[in-house]
């Protein structure tokens, strides 16, 4: 059975601080992982990573994957209020007939002033 | 936002009674899915649309039917709804050449 397990559940922050949320899969026919932000409604899409070891960027987030432990850090630094969402993690396997996400539960992030 | 729409936006409905409920997509997209999502136990799928007349089951399909007669349209049905189906349901999309899925804005739907 595929599985995405997201640590921690729920996280406290001042701003300014920087935290690093985790990923780690267990998936047959791994395609990519990717990286999405919540905040009250729909998810929003972050990052895609499919390569080991390449970091990707997106002004203060950062993302990179690793296929040989299986398992993804998002890091946020210098953090804003603005950043207070849940954060979800997925990963995509292929199938005969379309691609599939199968999600983690999310890390709640919180930043305080 | 990808160009996609749900509706209803908001439903209330009583055990027993069928509900529909409608993605709408603009830009000609294969692929669609729906997934519901509840405290605990994040995005689930449902079911999903690799094109028209072409649908499959996913991980929670029980008590759900879907039907795609256009490439704009996904309807996802809960033939005899239930308190569990209680949730609120998005609607993605795979954008073509990126596999990236992408979101609609979300259906709040309560079982009475």
């Known amino acids: 059975e595929d599985k995405v397990v997201q640590s921690p559940l729920s996280l406290v922050v001042h701003e300014g601080d920087t935290v690093t949320l985790n990923c780690s899969y267990e998936v047959t026919n791994f395609r990519s992982l990717l990286w999405y932000k919540q905040e009250k409604k729909a998810p929003t899409f972050l990052f895609m990573l499919?390569?080991?070891?390449i970091e990707k960027k997106s002004g203060r987030l950062s993302s990179i994957l690793d296929k040989k432990e299986l398992f993804s850090i998002l890091n946020i630094t210098a953090t804003q209020t603005g950043d207070s969402a849940v954060y979800l993690c997925?990963?995509?396997?292929?199938?005969?007939?379309?691609?599939?996400?199968?999600f983690g539960t999310g890390t709640r992030l919180q930043v305080t002033l | 936002d990808a160009g996609i729409t749900q509706s209803p936006r908001h439903k209330v409905t009583e055990t027993g009674t069928p509900v529909t409920l409608r993605c709408h997509q603009t830009?000609?997209?294969?692929?669609m899915y729906w997934y519901r999502q509840d405290p605990g136990h994040g995005l689930r799928l449902i079911h999903y649309s690799y094109g028209v007349k072409d649908t499959d089951k996913g991980e929670v399909s029980d008590g759900y039917s879907v039907s795609r007669s256009k490439t704009e349209d996904f309807l996802l049905t809960l033939e005899s709804a239930t308190s569990s189906q209680t949730s609120v349901y998005f609607c993605?999309?795979?954008?073509?050449?990126?596999?990236?899925?992408?979101f609609g804005p979300g259906t709040r739907l309560t079982v009475l």
């Open positions: 993605a999309i795979n954008i073509r050449g990126t596999d990236t899925q992408y």
């Open positions: 830009e000609n997209h294969r692929y």
């Open positions: 997925a990963v995509e396997k292929s199938t005969g007939t379309a691609s599939k996400l199968t």
């Open positions: 499919t390569s080991s070891g």
